[in-house]
């Protein structure tokens, strides 16, 4: 399956954007999604994931309360709601898909590429 993530851009302190990841080749409705960030100098981190079935999330706790991670399953495709973004938020952020839902980078199979997300102060 191929993963394309979307919706990355330049927004101020407290402003939001909407992350989507759309996947092609296959469908991707049976697999975990998760979504993961990388700033510059610093490792690949864990921000939030969803089970195929939306039925459970885990966040990152330095996004819970601020992000939302959601899926449409009918359109293939998983989102990333980002409100009250801080400066610390800006990284590149990747989507990924598992066989089930995870936190670790290890349990993902497969990795779309990334989209900037710069937020200013």
């Known amino acids: 399956v191929q993963l394309q993530a979307s919706g990355g851009g330049l927004v101020q302190a407290g402003g939001s954007l909407r992350l989507s990841c759309a996947a092609s080749?296959?469908?991707?409705?049976?697999?975990?999604v998760g979504w993961f960030r990388q700033a510059p100098g610093k490792e690949r981190e864990f921000v939030a994931s969803i089970r195929w079935d939306a039925y459970t999330t885990y966040y990152a706790d330095s996004v819970k309360g601020r992000f939302t991670i959601s899926r449409d399953n009918a359109k293939n495709t998983v989102y990333l709601q980002m409100d009250r973004l801080k400066p610390e938020d800006t990284a590149v952020y990747y989507c990924?898909?598992?066989?089930?839902?995870?936190?670790?980078?290890?349990?993902?199979?497969?990795w779309g590429q990334g989209t900037l997300v710069t937020v200013s102060s």
């Open positions: 080749g296959r469908t991707f409705s049976g697999n975990a």
């Open positions: 990924a898909a598992a066989p089930t839902v995870a936190t670790m980078l290890a349990k993902y199979d497969y």
